[in-house]
Nanobody, 129 residues
């Protein structure tokens, strides 16, 4: 079973920044699109951002566009989610996922999260006001 391991979550204040990391096995990282989803307490899981396997294309949820940046570090087999200008509504457990579908398709799969090829256990992000 492929393991994706997220890290970098924590408790911050509104307006602060955090960088989440997700380490994947090399083959998964190289040939799969990578994505971040999140789930707040009592809410449905939602898509956050995705990057194509090549690293050349990205897609973001409207709620994070302009504040979050997803990127791939091929030297470290790591995908990052740089989160700036954090808001209390960003509070959630953030999950890393990998899949061979296009990032446009992955962006529509929040309600089919378990159908993605691989995912991690999540990391908690809490933003206080």
């Amino acid at each position: 079973q492929v393991q994706l391991v997220e890290s970098g979550g924590g408790l911050v204040q509104a307006g602060d920044s955090l960088r989440l990391s997700c380490v994947a096995p090399e083959r998964t990282f190289t040939y799969f699109a990578m994505a971040w989803f999140r789930q707040a307490p009592g809410k449905e899981r939602e898509f956050v951002a995705a990057v194509a396997w090549s690293g050349g294309s990205t897609v973001y949820a409207d709620s994070v566009k302009g504040r979050f940046t997803i990127s791939k570090d091929y030297a470290k087999n790591t995908v990052y989610l740089q989160m700036n200008s954090l808001k209390p509504e960003d509070t959630a457990v953030y999950y890393c996922a990998a899949d061979k579908r296009t990032i446009a398709t992955i962006a529509r799969m929040a309600d089919q999260f378990s159908a993605l090829s691989y995912w991690g256990r999540g990391t908690q992000v809490t933003v206080s006001s």
